[in-house]
């Protein structure tokens, strides 16, 4: 759309955003601000949750963030020897600006680089292997691959490009009412085809081979999610964002990001597992009823119940990973959506390799590949092996060769059993073994995705994960939702799903 053929409605609404979005919640009239929200989780979800609800209803509004593990969710590290190591997310895209933007108020840095190489393993052997050189890598990708590997970049780059939108989108204040609003918003229709199809289905129609697809872009869906090419394309394009240069980590441990959020958005951290949540009306001062949340939960002490305004849940409604009961909601709100999790195992072992193994006669004195990652063959007990650094970098660190003794992390979707630790170390001292319902199974085309909107003041912010699971991707889905709660609260219905604002935003720059 031209901006001169834009309507006078919304150049005037436009207008408005120089005067600030917040003029109009505090406009005589508009509905007070809620007094309580709950939040249900405290990964990065419902941690960003918190830290966005704060920004949008101000100092006056008690943010109480139930959990009843560990602050942190899937972010999680154990302790080897002296040092700690993550187990469950572990990289971050240097484009994931929200989660950059959480290191900058938080005053987090980033852990040290360490570079990192690359080697696929194909169950027999390593069918590529990185070099130090990068006119080297350079030379043997296009030997292995052609200019598929270029073209794949320049795929993901496009993609890349649209989900960019986002940013701007949140940063007008913006929100969408369903995952596919969202995405279409950034991507258009194309976003929702990519949903639609696997990854392997859009790949193949852009022309890459079956053996690009097997040799090189299966290894790096089985290394992120397990999974095969038949992941849907959206949550495809991420994986394979994932492989660029340049992924970053928190020092320290990428929950300490889980525990600062919590603890800048001043909200109260309760100890307790929510078990159901049901609707309550009561009158009110000015004769007509307002609705509550009851929020039931189980800590140490027993369990309880409180009321709020407006309540977050930022865990998945599924099977083995929530147990919430919703009553006297109409329609009925299920505890568990349709779909299920795919198990991950993460295994940590502090040895030695066997490089026969690997079915390499290179030396491990000489062997500082870091990333193992598998093709999708029969012969692929795991999904990936990796040599792995601790969450915080000491002084002169140098990553370790394969001679030596070290930690090493294998992803699998089964736990490893004796024999097969047997077969791939020498020898260890400990292993620490995580079993993940680690991301949703995806098997496109899929059904619809769960809800963001569960009731007029109940959210569920891991939807979008139905889309792709990724730190970044619960950060965005926490301002979504807050920014949703806020316009319904204030009935700001222009800022909720509106259309082309790529195009309408276009000047804003
Ligand atoms: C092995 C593995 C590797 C991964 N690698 C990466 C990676 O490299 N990069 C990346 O970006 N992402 C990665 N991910 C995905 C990423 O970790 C997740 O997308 C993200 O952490 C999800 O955060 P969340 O807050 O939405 O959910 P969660 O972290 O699952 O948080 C939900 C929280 O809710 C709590 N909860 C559950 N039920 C209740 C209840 N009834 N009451 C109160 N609280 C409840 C849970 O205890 C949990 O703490 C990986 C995940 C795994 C498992
Ligand atoms: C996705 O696929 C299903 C089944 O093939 C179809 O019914 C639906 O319309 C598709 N949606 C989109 C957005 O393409
Ligand atoms: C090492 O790997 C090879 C090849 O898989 C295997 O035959 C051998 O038993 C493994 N273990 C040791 C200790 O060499």
């Known amino acids: ?36 929200i709950a939040v249900v989780g405290a990964g990065i979800g419902g941690t960003s949750a918190a830290f966005y609800l704060r920004q949008e ?8 963030v139930f959990e009843p593990g560990a602050v942190g969710g899937r972010l999680a590290t154990v302790k ?33 680089d360490v570079p990192s190489k690359m080697a696929i393993f194909d169950g027999k052997e390593l069918t590529f292997e990185e070099s130090d050189w990068f006119i080297v890598n350079f030379l043997r990708i296009l030997w292995q691959f052609g ?3 270029l073209r794949m970049h320049m795929w993901v780059e496009s993609v890349m490009d649209k989900f960019m939108r986002i940013y701007q989108y949140q940063q007008y204040g913006y929100s969408f009412s369903s995952v596919d609003r969202l995405l279409h918003a950034m991507g258009g229709d194309s976003f ?37 090419v038949r992941i849907n394309g959206f949550v495809g394009a991420v994986s394979l964002a994932g492989a660029a240069p340049g992924l970053w980590a928190v020092d320290g441990g990428n929950k300490r990001v889980c525990s600062g959020l919590l603890y ?14 049901s609707v309550k009306v009561r009158p009110s001062k000015a004769g007509t009823t307002t609705s509550f949340y009851e929020v039931n939960y189980v800590g140490e002490s027993g369990s ?48 030695m390799l066997n490089m026969s193994y690997l079915g ?13 990652l598998t093709t999708d063959s029969k012969d692929s007990v795991i999904n990936s092996l990796g040599s792995l650094d601790p969450v915080h970098i000491p002084e002169g660190y140098k990553r370790p060769p394969a001679s030596q003794t070290k930690v090493w992390k294998v992803f699998s979707p089964q736990p490893l059993s004796q024999e097969q630790l047997q077969d791939m170390f020498l020898s260890w001292d400990s292993v620490s073994e995580t079993r993940w319902l680690a991301y949703p199974s995806y098997r496109p085309p899929h059904r619809k995705t769960p809800p963001f909107i569960l009731h007029n003041r109940l959210y569920y912010l891991n939807a979008l994960e139905w889309a792709a699971s990724a730190m970044e991707m619960s950060a965005l889905s926490a301002r979504n939702v807050a920014l949703l709660a806020h316009h319904r609260w204030h009935q700001q219905v222009g800022n909720i799903d509106q259309e082309d604002l790529h195009t309408r935003l276009r000047g804003e720059l």
């Open 192 to 228: 929702l085809i990519l949903l639609n199809q696997t990854l392997e289905e859009t790949m193949m129609s852009q022309g890459f081979s079956q053996i690009f697809l097997n040799n090189m872009v299966a290894p790096i869906t089985r290394v992120n999610y397990g999974q095969s």
């Open 264 to 277: 800048n958005s001043k909200s109260e951290l309760v100890p307790a597992r929510v078990t159901s949540i």
């Open 147 to 149: 200019f598929s590997f």
């Open 304 to 351: 309880a119940h409180s009321l709020y305004d407006i309540v977050v849940i930022a865990t998945p409604l599924h099977q083995g990973k929530s147990d919430i009961t919703f009553s006297g909601f109409s329609p009925p709100i299920p505890s568990h959506y349709p779909g299920r999790y795919h198990q991950t195992v993460s295994t940590l072992v502090h040895g």
């Open 80 to 112: 080897i020897g002296d040092y700690e190591y993550e187990t469950g997310g572990s990289v971050i895209h240097p484009l994931n600006l929200h989660m950059k933007h959480f290191m900058e108020k938080l005053g987090i840095p980033q852990r040290k």
């Open 1 to 36: 759309m031209n901006p001169r053929t834009l309507p006078l409605r919304a150049l005037l609404f436009l207008g408005l955003w120089h005067t600030g979005r917040r003029s109009l919640a505090s406009a005589p009239g508009l509905q007070e601000q809620p007094k309580r």
């Open 360 to 372: 390499t006669t290179e030396q491990a004195s000489e062997f500082t590949v870091s990333d193992i």
């Open 57 to 64: 209803f101000g100092a006056g509004v008690k943010i109480d």
